[in-house]
């Protein structure tokens, strides 16, 4: 594959691009003639990183140096050169002028009052799913997340929230696995001290009733029950509704903010729906307390080389119920209807008891790794990816055969900047100071998984691993 010459220390940009043109889905999302990326300026980053990666490809650009379009190069920050940070603001901008193409379309679609014997426009249902598939960057996913009291048991159910990269933290361990780290990060984690609206209206609501039971004297004592149980049935309307907004505390129920009650909350994010490319970011980096300066998180990183995500998606439980109240002799059942965990003392995840495995199932194949060596404040990234070679001998996205899977064995390639070497599928799988990682989703239907290729959650005495260089390195 073609390298990439370092202009103005532009490494952390180079490794990204070399990591994205080793993604068949992006490539086709940018190629494909529905999304009309056409209709957007030459300058654009969808233009620009679209050529970029097809003459990254290339089998006709094998060996030589390329050069980052200007477009893409300078799409860069003063701040800090960060590969993470790089390919944030591509994304950002990629879904920016995806928005805007998709803008021109509707608009283009709206003519329907010229005629054209040449071309039938699609009608609105057509064109409504064709906006929203232009729309869906393969790198795009979904994130489920519920917050729930642990006291009262209210949620407000699951919030979907979309991401192109899943960034992990480590801690102070001198090795992790990338599968830990999703455990981490899907993990039921308790939050104290945060203000929950329900246990603020059942906490009221018993004071209200205490006063009921109360006796006094004096010709005052039926207005102060008329106005003990107006209050009442206000709060009780409040928890039977589920209605527990702002306005309705504060105002309706009376309840200032400063006499809301704290609660222990539990916070949980999952995978909802995958994306195609799955991108992760490793956080390497620390902030001391102490001194105010943050450092580099030296631990090694293993990962495997077929990813199942399926461990970490929202799981589900099937339940039945009747079609009708009351039922007959012989009820109407709903087969198959899913029902989302939200108990906040129960996990989401499907090894949470009660719950199945999300379908279809998730699996990813490696596509890219990048490293970064040196410190915090400066050091050099370099990119492992994944090359054909040839053309059609890499068969990374369909379901592959005998020939082509010896045809593309060995296919991986060092890129550092201009400099590339072909490696070994062990050297890639054996670095450890991994920044970065590109999987690609592959059908799980026909794909044959060696033994050897099956890791699990291995220990350091399993795998070797080559820790990244220290400072003193």
Not at 32 to 37: C, G, L, Q, R
Not at 169 to 196: F, M, N, W
Not at 244 to 259: A, E, G, M, N, V
Not at 332 to 353: D, Q, S
Request: a negative charge.
């Amino acid at each position: 594959p073609p390298g990439l010459g370092n202009w103005d220390n532009s490494c952390y940009q180079n490794c990204i691009i070399q990591g994205l043109a080793s993604l068949h889905s992006l490539k086709d999302f940018l190629s494909a003639p529905s999304m009309n990326f056409h209709r957007l300026e030459e300058n654009s980053t969808i233009h620009s990183l679209q050529e970029t990666l097809l003459k990254l490809t290339d089998p006709a650009n094998g060996g030589r140096q390329l050069w980052l379009p200007g477009k893409l190069k300078s799409m860069s920050s003063w701040q800090q050169q960060d590969a993470q940070e790089y390919f944030s603001k591509i994304m950002e901008q990629m879904d920016q002028e995806a928005r805007k193409a998709t803008t021109i379309n509707s608009l283009l679609l709206g003519l329907k009052d010229i005629p054209d014997s040449n071309e039938t426009l699609p009608d609105a249902e057509t064109a409504s799913h064709l906006q929203s598939l232009r729309l869906h960057n393969p790198l795009e996913g979904m994130l489920a997340q519920r917050v729930g009291c642990i006291n009262c048991g209210y949620s407000e159910g699951l919030s979907l929230i979309p991401f192109n990269c899943l960034t992990v933290a480590l801690g102070r361990s001198h090795l992790y696995d990338i599968r830990d780290c999703l455990d981490e990060y899907t993990k039921l984690e308790p939050i104290e001290g945060v203000q929950c609206a329900k246990c603020s209206v059942q906490h009221h609501l018993e004071g209200c009733m205490r006063m009921a039971t109360e006796k006094k004297d004096g010709s005052s004592l039926d207005t102060f029950h008329q106005a003990v149980q107006t209050r009442v049935n206000t709060l009780r309307a409040a928890l039977n509704d589920e209605d527990f907004s702002d306005d309705t505390l504060t105002k309706k129920c009376k309840i200032p903010k400063r006499q809301w009650v704290s609660s222990t909350k539990t916070r949980q994010a999952v995978i909802a729906r995958p994306p195609q490319c799955l991108a992760f970011h490793v956080n390497r980096s620390v902030f001391d307390e102490m001194t105010g300066t943050q450092w580099k998180n030296y631990a090694a990183v293993q990962f495997p080389l077929f990813l199942d995500l399926d461990e970490w998606g929202l799981g589900s439980k099937v339940v039945s119920k009747p079609m009708q109240e009351p039922p007959s002799e012989t009820p109407n059942i709903i087969p198959g209807e899913e029902a989302w965990i939200m108990n906040p003392n129960v996990t989401m995840l499907p090894n949470g008891g009660d719950q199945s495995s999300s379908e279809p199932h998730w699996r990813y194949r490696l596509r890219a790794v990048i490293t970064h060596y040196g410190r915090h404040e400066n050091g050099h990234y370099i990119c492992f990816r994944k090359h054909s070679g040839g053309l059609g001998s890499d068969s990374d996205g369909d379901t592959p055969t005998q020939e082509n899977a010896e045809a593309s064995k060995d296919s991986w390639w060092q890129l550092s900047d201009e400099d590339v070497v072909e490696v070994s599928e062990d050297n890639v799988l054996s670095q450890g100071g991994v920044f970065m990682l590109f999987y690609e989703q592959v059908p799980v239907d026909g794909i044959s998984v060696s033994p050897d290729q099956q890791q699990d959650h291995s220990t350091a005495e399993d795998v070797h691993i080559t820790p990244p260089l220290t400072e003193a390195d």
